[in-house]
């Protein structure tokens, strides 16, 4: 029992001295250590506001799946929901967006994208979209790039038969 308490004083022993011997020896070295270390650790810890998505242009689809079916690809031709040819997203006002659905109706209101940049939000859409308060949100399911918005639908669509639907976006300009 003498023997494992001597055993585990020593090593705290150890420890302790190795690591005054390392402070002094950074001391000794580099004198602003003790300074510009703390001060950069809190800093990193901070958390890092994103950078605000640059996707105010007008988008259409590419390729649209509704569920797991894909019914829509830009230029081909069997697609099984041609309508999507006409789907447009204007996100051209940071203030207001029109979407224009795949059977051509127009809903207009305001859009925001969430804090962390990972929900696209449509609000106060006039006239009501099907099955909604007049909000519509959309998962932005990869970084968006200059040619590329790919969204998915937070909640059950109405229209295509309660599927959550998938969007590739790209400019339509």
Avoid: H
């Avoid at 011997?21 to 901070?46: D, E, G, K, N």
């Avoid at 640059?54 to 259409?60: A, D, E, F, L, M």
């Avoid at 040819?85 to 029109?98: E, M």
């Amino acid at each position: 029992m003498d023997t494992l308490k001597e055993s585990k004083n020593y090593k705290l022993k150890v420890g302790r001295s190795w690591l005054l011997s390392v402070i002094r020896y950074v001391v000794a070295v580099c004198p602003l250590a003790f300074l510009t270390l703390p001060s950069s650790l809190i800093l990193s810890c901070q958390p890092k506001e994103p950078t605000p998505l640059s996707i105010g242009k007008v988008w259409k689809a590419q390729l649209v799946k509704e569920g797991d079916q894909v019914v829509y690809t830009q230029g081909g031709s069997g697609n099984t929901q041609p309508g999507y040819v006409n789907f447009r997203l204007d996100l051209t006002s940071p203030a207001k967006v029109t979407l224009i659905d795949r059977d051509g109706k127009t809903v207009t209101g305001t859009w925001s994208v969430s804090t962390d940049n990972k929900r696209l939000i449509l609000e106060n859409l006039k006239p009501l979209p099907s099955s909604t308060i007049g909000t519509i949100e959309y998962y932005i399911t990869a970084s968006p790039t200059p040619g590329s918005l790919p969204l998915q639908r937070a909640a059950e669509s109405r229209k295509t038969g309660n599927t959550i639907n998938d969007y590739q976006l790209v400019p339509a300009d």
